[in-house]
């Protein structure tokens, strides 16, 4: 991987299987960045943060690291281009973390959005575990131990990487401009910042259970695409249908391209998705037409997809292989930014020459 180049860092909670919520709000950013040489990414498996709120379950973290490093080889993170590691081999980002906590105030951690929001969501009630209220910390460790310039992310995690920013700002005020300030990047279309979940209850989550897996076989993809909430009140085709709220359709703006409706809804006489949608405002286009477009094309998405975690499957060891060598590039890097950031703050005492001759003159004026 060429150095001197800007830097993204990103990762992901080991709480399960990926799905396609992550392939289109930040994982199709990730290989599209890996892949234009522009850059230098750190991919990292989030195990640490994820026992903030699995603590006393930590077996369903420890079986799930794999999981989530199969389904990035699987959509196409490639080792020799990034660096794929797991947060908790890398003990500096915990250093960092502690360090950066004396640069926060617990209101105004409190204060964040995101973190508010999946409290209520976890339902902690008073009993908010504290390294869950520190998640925001534990993030801007991350970043800026391999001076991450990007930030590949969802819309909803924008509260974190601003607070992220803040905290640099702060330690750069305090200790001279050491780190640096992460910048978020979205996926390309505002379609794919949140996708919802197949029930169409909220957006695509694991703990609720209304995902398609980045792994699921066809005919689990089959079933869920044709159990997907559309409009309740479009009972028969000759009726006119509601295209907003209707997760089909939502799917379609954040999957489609125009070259599907030739191969999979020819001499329709569609040349758009707004004449799909048009078509079914005004009657006359099935739930079932829809969902069968729409599996065709997730199918078209999820086939290369699945065979490539095929083979990673089977060849487990070159995995742990692969996980093991990002962990000691990672660390490497992680060190040096712990070495700078403890010179500036004036604790690399041992090494500190002008604090050892300082002490030198002072007890020898003193004698």
């Known amino acids: 991987m060429a150095k001197n180049l800007p830097v993204f860092v990103t990762g992901d909670r080991p709480t399960g299987k990926l799905h396609l919520g992550h392939l289109v709000g930040s994982l199709k950013k990730r290989v599209e960045m890996q892949n234009s040489g522009k850059y230098q990414s750190f991919i990292f498996i989030a195990d640490m943060q994820a026992l903030t709120d699995n603590a006393k379950n930590p077996e369903k973290i420890r079986k799930s690291v794999l999981e989530v490093a199969l389904d990035y080889l699987s959509v196409g993170i490639d080792p020799e281009k990034s660096t794929i590691f797991i947060q908790s081999q890398v003990p500096e980002l915990c250093e960092l973390t502690v360090i950066y906590l004396n640069l926060v105030t617990v209101a105004r951690l409190e204060r964040n959005p995101t973190v508010k929001s999946e409290i209520k969501e976890k339902g902690f009630g008073e009993s908010i575990p504290a390294g869950f209220l520190v998640y925001p910390v534990s993030q801007t460790a991350d970043t800026t131990a391999f001076m991450a310039n990007f930030i590949p992310t969802g819309e909803d995690q924008l509260p974190m990487t601003e607070q992220g920013r803040e905290i640099v700002r702060s330690f750069n005020n305090i200790y001279g401009k050491v780190l640096v300030e992460a910048e978020p990047v979205l996926a390309d279309s505002k379609d794919c910042y949140r996708l919802p979940g197949i029930d169409g209850k909220g957006k695509m989550s694991k703990s609720l259970g209304n995902a398609i897996y980045l792994s699921d076989d066809t005919q689990t993809v089959h079933d869920k695409v044709f159990d997907m909430y559309t409009d309740p009140e479009h009972i028969k085709v000759d009726m006119p249908g509601h295209v907003e709220g209707n997760v089909v359709f939502t799917y379609l703006d954040a999957f489609m391209k125009p070259e599907h409706i030739e191969k999979y809804l020819p001499n329709e006489g569609y040349k ?50 692969i996980l093991k060598k990002g962990c000691e590039r990672a660390r490497a890097v992680a060190q040096d930014t712990v070495k700078r950031v403890r010179s500036a703050m004036g604790i690399e005492y041992f090494s500190d020459d002008a604090l050892i001759n300082y002490y030198k003159t002072k007890f020898q004026q003193d004698d």
């Open 272 to 321: 758009s998705l707004d004449d799909i949608k048009a078509h079914y405002r005004r009657g006359g286009l099935g739930d079932v037409k829809i969902k069968k477009f729409l599996f065709n094309i997730l199918e078209e998405i999820l086939s290369p997809i699945r065979e490539k975690r095929k083979y990673y499957e089977a060849h487990i060891d070159e995995v742990i292989d």
